[in-house]
């Protein structure tokens, strides 16, 4: 596993770096102590075995905020049940910061 540091504004983030296949897995049974979330390589994704709450960013190919959402983990109540994208992005930043807000636009830089 590749950690990152991505910037959003003044502060910097550890963040997985999900290329190719470990895309698919994420934030999955991660527990999140030694990391601040996952830049995931796809446009979509839904939170089966994710352990809290994400704060989603989607972001197009300049890395450039297209829309930022809330996301709940699966659970048994069937809202849970969804898939969260964007279907102009080319990555998802997953942070497990909910309080973070990013303005539509905004550039993350991977440092």
């Not at 809290?52 to 049940?81: C, H, Y």
């Amino acid at each position: 596993m590749k950690i990152i540091n991505v910037e959003i504004g003044k502060r910097v983030f550890k963040i997985k770096n999900c290329k190719s296949i470990s895309s698919v897995r994420g934030l999955m049974f991660d527990n999140l102590k030694d990391k601040d979330g996952a830049l995931i390589y796809a446009n979509s994704i839904w939170m089966p075995f994710v352990k809290r709450k994400l704060n989603l960013a989607f972001l197009d190919k300049n890395m450039r905020v297209l829309g930022q959402t809330i996301a709940e983990p699966v659970s048994f109540n069937f809202k849970t049940w969804k898939i969260y994208k964007n279907k102009n992005a080319r990555y998802c930043l997953e942070l497990k910061d909910t309080k973070v807000k990013i303005a539509k636009g905004t550039r993350i830089k991977v440092l």
